[in-house]
């Protein structure tokens, strides 16, 4: 993976003392809470219901065993023992106090990482496809580029208060794993028919309150212009993206009332200027950049290894894990493991700082050293060989890394929901344990086989519920109770789609029940092997939408708080502003 | 006082702002240095250039290019940042620098606080008129946050990679030593 040089590390070294400097400045009077919000948010650092959350940078994903134990170390020292890994490849911190921040940061730094641009109106962490380097279906590495966008991005200078934050993904397979279309910016690196390195640009595309699938703005971009593109891009965007209204101010909405010739116009006109100048990206530093990405020394092997088929036909749980967590890799005798973070009853994408360095340790035994987080919220070690897989799911069982549940019913993504963010109209972490406890049983689970559940608190779609097959969002309500929508046909990749609504709202208690019923129609309708999504497709709404509301919801009488998480126990954090 | 060139200045210019009953055509313009809105200049332009020195000010929903056969007459132009979270007079700078060839005085004034200056020299400001109630002083520190920087802007032509030798990974035989 990418390593810091000097001029990394000094950048990251002085950002750590400007912070410092801002944290003083504001514990002292000197800034005004509002003054220190910019400054704080462009370090990621948002205050929630219980305290301070720090939201980590995971530059696309990709994480050293080295940095992964550095996570358990904040986890212990600062926090409550635990993390949370994101939709956008980042952990999270959620019950930090302000004066411990710059020592964090100072911590992070140490092994080459930060906080910068994690939120605020900039030009966020880029995300990559969490098997890059590895995929069979890979037509570029997307890692190099990733990295060279990552740093033009670093403070730049013209980009930092941007009418709304900005979101950048790539990727290099035939196939879209980085949720490409539902980005600011989405890069699809390809080859032409010359065999050159390029980009399919799509810009416009997000989720939130107006989710729209973005739109192609250049079916080429060579990658020598790829950095004075995005920059052109942004330019306009800067200029004439709204700013009267939050809601209508990200660039999609931009794109849309421009029409996306009139916006590729301007882009191109802009670009005119600049195109061929010094900020061209040179042969010689995508030679550098990709030098940190070589191949590792990978054994010659064969696919084939008997001790593991037999393995196979003695462990059920093994060979469900096989089925669903272990993907192919594009080298022979290798594999791609997933170790799931989503346990049924446990919150998704949450970790422990045992769970931590047990999976550091993991990635130094089996995988290199290093280890990727998926926007799934789940973690992957990229290069296992298929001879340790045994060895390896049985030491990851211990930490409960091994649910063979990737891709199904209880892989569910969740935003951290009310109980930690004040933008959320409702829980999402509890209703995620409520589903996945409900379905837990596996064989049902694979009998359904691939489907997304997505959730979310509130509009803004942090946990992606537009691309969910299955989208759940908390919506507000006069009464202040919890109120679910349920979504129906979302879906990721290439094949993107935004969900659409099935129809009135739902109480905490029924959603489950609801699921329950759009299954029980796919189960009813679906076809030999078609996947629920297919299903979805093929007959449309009206049969789900049907069964769901024909029939009255029994009252459960469950004592509804019996997930909540209890309030922070120690004193509130500075200007909290719920107390 | 006004931050220039790094030091501490005094600001021998006058901003003018129109109130509600003023109107471009009619407003006065005071005898000596004075930087006018843009609306008053484009309305009284041929008054204005007999003067020997004039600055403008620009909104952050005006646009630069407004003054692309202008550009050479002004001492000064400013821009003025209503909310420092309102980042259009960046662009503003660095159009105004890079594609209209402006050299004399750009300030940025209004809601300018010290750490939003390090970006804005970047981009080209060369002067700051940092918001009243706060120490020019400790503004001043602002400009010195950062001592490298990845990407070109007005103020560095060259990004890192083509400025110095940057070392690839040795393991891959690419150390650049």
């Known amino acids: 993976m990418y390593r810091y040089d000097e001029y990394d590390q000094h950048i990251v070294n002085e950002r750590v003392e400007q912070f410092r400097d801002q944290v003083r400045r504001r514990l002292s009077g000197e800034l005004t809470e509002e003054e220190f919000m910019p400054l704080r948010l462009q370090n990621g650092l948002y205050m929630q219901i219980h305290g301070y959350m720090l939201r980590i940078a995971v530059p696309y994903g990709l994480v050293s065993s080295k940095q992964m134990r550095m996570f358990a170390h904040i986890a212990r020292t600062y926090d409550r023992g635990y993390g949370h890994f994101t939709t956008r490849q980042n952990i999270q911190f959620n019950w930090l106090k302000l004066q411990d921040t710059p020592n964090i940061l100072a911590d992070l730094a140490s092994v080459e990482m930060h906080a910068i641009q994690t939120s605020g109106n900039c030009v966020r962490n880029i995300t990559s496809d969490e098997y890059a380097g590895v995929a069979q279906d890979e037509v570029v590495d997307p890692r190099p580029y990733a990295e060279v966008l990552r740093q033009w991005s670093t403070f730049h200078p013209e980009f930092a208060y941007l009418p709304r934050k900005f979101k950048i993904a790539i990727s290099g397979g035939q196939q879209d794993r980085a949720a490409i279309y539902a980005h600011d910016i989405g890069l699809s690196a390809t080859r032409n028919a010359q065999g050159e390195i390029g980009f399919r640009v799509l810009v416009g595309g997000g989720l939130g309150r107006t989710p729209i699938i973005g739109s192609v703005i250049c079916e080429f971009v060579p990658w020598q212009h790829i950095l004075t593109y995005v920059e052109s891009i942004l330019r306009i965007y800067n200029q004439y993206g709204r700013r009267d209204n939050k809601y209508k101010a990200r660039i999609k909405i931009l794109v849309k009332a421009l029409g996306i010739e009139e916006f590729k116009r301007q882009v191109e006109a802009d670009w005119a200027d600049i195109k061929d100048g010094p900020g061209t990206l040179t042969a010689e530093e995508v030679r550098r950049v990709t030098s940190f990405f070589i191949d590792p020394d990978y054994e010659i092997l064969t696919d084939h290894d008997s001790k593991l088929s037999e393995f196979k036909a003695d462990s059920r749980s093994f060979s469900n894990w096989m089925l669903r967590n272990v993907k192919p890799h594009r080298v022979p005798g290798y594999a791609i493991v997933v170790l799931s973070l989503k346990k049924p009853g446990q919150p998704p994408g949450d970790a422990t700082a045992e769970q931590m360095e047990a999976i550091a340790d993991l990635a130094d035994r089996y995988s290199y050293g290093e280890a990727r987080i998926t926007h799934q919220q789940n973690l992957v070690l990229a290069d296992v060989r298929q001879k340790d897989l045994i060895r390896l799911w049985q030491e990851a069982s211990i930490h409960e890394l091994t649910s063979p549940n990737i891709g199904l019913l209880t892989d569910i993504i969740s935003c951290p929901g009310a109980e930690f963010c004040t933008l959320a109209n409702a829980r999402s972490i509890p209703l995620a344990k409520m589903i996945a406890e409900r379905f837990e049983n596996l064989d049902f689970q694979h009998d359904i086989g691939e489907i997304t559940l997505n959730i979310s608190g509130c509009v803004n779609a942090c946990g992606q519920h537009h691309i969910g097959n299955i989208g759940i969002t908390g919506v507000e309500k006069k009464d202040h109770d919890e109120w679910y929508q349920v979504s129906l046909g979302g879906a990721e990749g290439n094949e993107s789609s935004i969900g659409k609504i099935i129809g009135p709202s739902f109480t905490f208690n029924q959603v489950p029940e609801v699921i329950n019923r759009l299954l029980q129609v796919y189960l009813r309708e679906r076809m030999e092997a078609e996947r629920f999504i297919d299903t979805v497709r093929r007959i449309g709404h009206a049969p789900f939408k049907e069964y769901v509301y024909a029939t009255e919801f029994v009252a459960e009488d469950q004592d509804v708080d019996k997930h909540v998480i209890v309030p922070a126990q120690y004193s509130v954090p500075y200007y909290s502003p719920r107390f | ?177």
Not at chain 2, 48 to 65: C, N, S
Not at chain 2, 94 to 106: D, I, K, Q, S, V
């Open chain 2, 1 to 177: 006082m006004i931050i220039k060139n790094k030091t501490i200045v005094a600001d021998e210019w006058t901003v003018l702002r129109l109130s509600d009953q003023d109107s471009p055509d009619t407003v006065t313009v005071p005898v000596g240095k004075i930087i006018v809105p843009l609306q008053v200049w484009l309305q009284r332009r041929d008054e204005l250039q007999q003067r020997p020195e004039i600055g403008v000010w620009l909104a952050t929903d005006e646009r630069p290019e407004t003054l692309r056969e202008d550009v050479c007459k002004f001492s000064v132009i400013a821009v003025d940042f209503p909310r420092f979270s309102d980042g259009r007079g960046y662009s503003i700078a660095y159009n105004l620098r890079a594609r209209l060839g402006f050299t004399g005085e750009l300030r940025a004034m209004g809601d300018v606080l010290r750490d939003q200056l390090f970006y804005m020299q970047r981009v080209g400001f060369d002067a700051f008129a940092p918001r009243p109630d706060r120490s020019i002083e400790e503004a001043l520190k602002g400009l010195n946050d950062f001592s490298d920087v990845y990407q070109t802007s007005f103020d560095q032509k060259q990004p890192l990679f083509r400025r110095v030798q940057r070392k690839g990974n040795p393991a891959a035989g690419l150390n650049n030593e």
